[in-house]
């Protein structure tokens, strides 16, 4: 309930109401050429820029799966630091439709070191464009993301330790996933939900539909916002645990299928969509995202990654054997056990997270416990982001930030 609903509205930070001075910018120089018609409106990287008028810390939000810079939780994470003084730029996760069309050096999301680096750049490239539109004065840098965006927060501080440009103050990674295997076996595990009636796709959908619908009847208007479902609850077309769990695992199949053909358009590699066939706006892409939707992360792992990662690097093996030794060696390269060294080390990078968030195991608790120490905050509750908005996570955010410490760490 709390990941699908978010913090309930009563127990919400207040945030002081006050004007941000913000735009949405472009990097022209980056523009991508020959990409099919129907990415006409993000054939070149945008981010949110929020300024101060005065001299202050910037700091860059990545978005989790799926997300772009102004989804509601990147957008909720401006506010926060914007009224505790800092510059913010918001940067959409490299699984988003229009980061794997602009932002992507290879256009297929999902290895997190060269999704990092695809990152790293195009901070530095915002923070130039940022300087020439508004003169920004910059005095410190910080970083922080949340769910996928925080294991990519992570693999950037790392890269940044290397290369320097930044030199990071704090980095704060909020409920990244530990071992990306698990975390998507979880999550697709979800969708194995046993709801009476929903065997296949289309019975998934409709019954969801017919539920709020009834619920619509009834109360004849609702405000749409986060609300909404702690309304339905409520009432007696309240969805049972086993809905919730296939609403979740419906949303992060979504975010794959989107991000699966986002890639196949932009790199032809023909898994959806016919070899050398441009998609134009006026094309329906139903049957090609239909299609999508039948692909978990698994799926998109075996026919884009594992083949992109053995045309780079070939493995004098069977076809087989190099697939399944890709896979293995894939996952252990894309966890957060992967920077285990680097990160026991990092005293300014911290974690948040909740102890009964469905994308970690106790497994991966005990590592975020032996690896950062008293840099760790981990809730009994909250799900998977639920409990972003709560006074008490704000609070424990800002201090880390400000270089405090969590409380009772």
């Not at 932002?103 to 195009?122: A, C, I, V």
């Not at 939707?293 to 076809?319: A, G, N, R, T």
Request: glycine share 6%; net charge neutral; with cysteine.
């Amino acid at each position: 309930m709390a990941t699908v609903a978010g913090t309930p509205p009563e127990q919400q930070v207040k945030l002081n109401p006050m004007k941000v001075r913000e735009a949405i910018l472009g990097l022209a120089d980056e523009t991508v050429e020959n990409a099919p018609d129907i990415f006409w409106d993000v054939t070149k990287p945008r981010f949110k820029l929020a300024w101060q008028e005065k001299k202050a810390p910037l700091i860059f939000i990545i978005a989790g799966t799926g997300g772009r810079f102004d989804t509601s939780k990147v957008e909720f994470l401006k506010r926060v630091y914007y009224q505790a003084g800092f510059h913010v730029i918001q940067i959409s996760s490299p699984t988003s439709y229009d980061f794997v069309v602009s932002g992507s050096n290879t256009h297929r999301p999902g290895l997190t070191q060269q999704d990092s680096e695809d990152l790293y750049r195009l901070m530095k490239a915002s923070v130039e464009r940022a300087q020439s539109f508004r003169k920004v004065e910059i005095n410190g840098w910080y970083l922080t993301g949340y769910s996928l965006g925080a294991l990519n927060a992570a693999f950037v501080a790392q890269l940044d330790s290397e290369q320097k440009v930044f030199g990071f103050e704090r980095v704060l990674l909020l409920n990244p996933p530990v071992s990306l295997q698990r975390s998507i076996d979880n999550l697709d595990r979800l969708l194995m939900a046993d709801v009476p009636g929903v065997d296949d796709s289309t019975t998934l959908f409709n019954h969801f539909f017919d539920k709020l619908a009834d619920y619509f009847r009834t109360h004849k208007s609702i405000d749409l916002d986060e609300s909404m479902l702690f309304q339905v609850q409520k009432s007696p077309y309240a969805l049972s645990r086993e809905e919730l769990a296939l609403l979740i695992g419906v949303s992060f199949r979504l975010s794959v299928a989107s991000m699966y053909f986002t890639s196949d358009a932009m790199t032809w590699d023909s898994n959806l969509i016919p070899k050398d066939f441009k998609l134009k706006r006026s094309d329906s892409r139903t049957p090609y995202f239909k299609k999508a939707m039948l692909c978990s992360f698994q799926c998109y792992v075996d026919k884009v990654l594992i083949p992109y990662v053995i045309e780079q690097k070939p493995v004098h093996s069977s076809q087989e054997g190099a697939t399944s030794k890709q896979r293995r060696l894939l996952f252990e390269q894309n966890s957060l056990s992967h920077l285990e060294v680097w990160l026991k080390n990092a005293r300014h990078v911290g974690v948040m997270h909740n102890a009964d968030d469905f994308i970690i195991d106790q497994k991966g608790l005990d590592f975020l416990y032996d690896t950062f120490g008293r840099r760790i905050k981990i809730y009994p509750l909250g799900g998977h982001m639920g409990n972003l908005q709560y006074h008490e996570n704000v609070r424990d955010m800002l201090g880390f930030m400000k270089g405090k410490g969590f409380p009772d760490a």
